[in-house]
């Protein structure tokens, strides 16, 4: 009707499938990245490392891989279009790259309560490499579900990111 007030969902359309594809994206390299860590903390040459340097090591992993993904989207944006992200573009790839960050929250969380005393440091680090490899999985199944793939194709495509996370566990393990 007219003289009527839109409502935010009106005028603020959801997230476009560019968007969609690029969370996806950065949380499956940010899972991967803080697993790779992880893996290297568990097994150490010389003993396991105290526990805040174990935090130290995870958030500086993670920190340097969001660092670089948004200086990769704003070289990539620029180079594309000529000039910087407006706003809402900036906010969007932000967000999108915030899931490097997000994907080591928990493995964090776990070895912050280690280091705390809490937990042991074994325990927090492989309980923090399977709750990643479980994050994998369940990335996997959300953009599974988003497919209009028929349903051995969506099981398949969740396998194999399983299979992606346990190959690095047991490369990584093979390699220390």
Known sequence: MIGMATTET????????EHIAAVLRERIYGGIACLSTLLVLVQPDEGPPAPWTAVVDVAIAAGGLWAASVLADYVGHLAAHGKGMTGSEAAAASRASAQI??????P?????????GW??????????VCVTVAELGLFALLT??????SLWKRVLLVLVLLALGALVVTVKTLAH
């Open 10 to 17: 009106e005028t603020q359309p959801g997230p476009t499938p």
């Open 108 to 116: 964090l969380l776990l070895l912050v309560i280690a280091g705390l």
């Open 101 to 106: 960050l997000e994907a080591a929250a928990i």
């Open 119 to 128: 937990m042991p440091y074994h325990a927090a680090v492989t309980a923090g």
């Open 144 to 149: 599974a579900r988003r497919t209009k793939l």
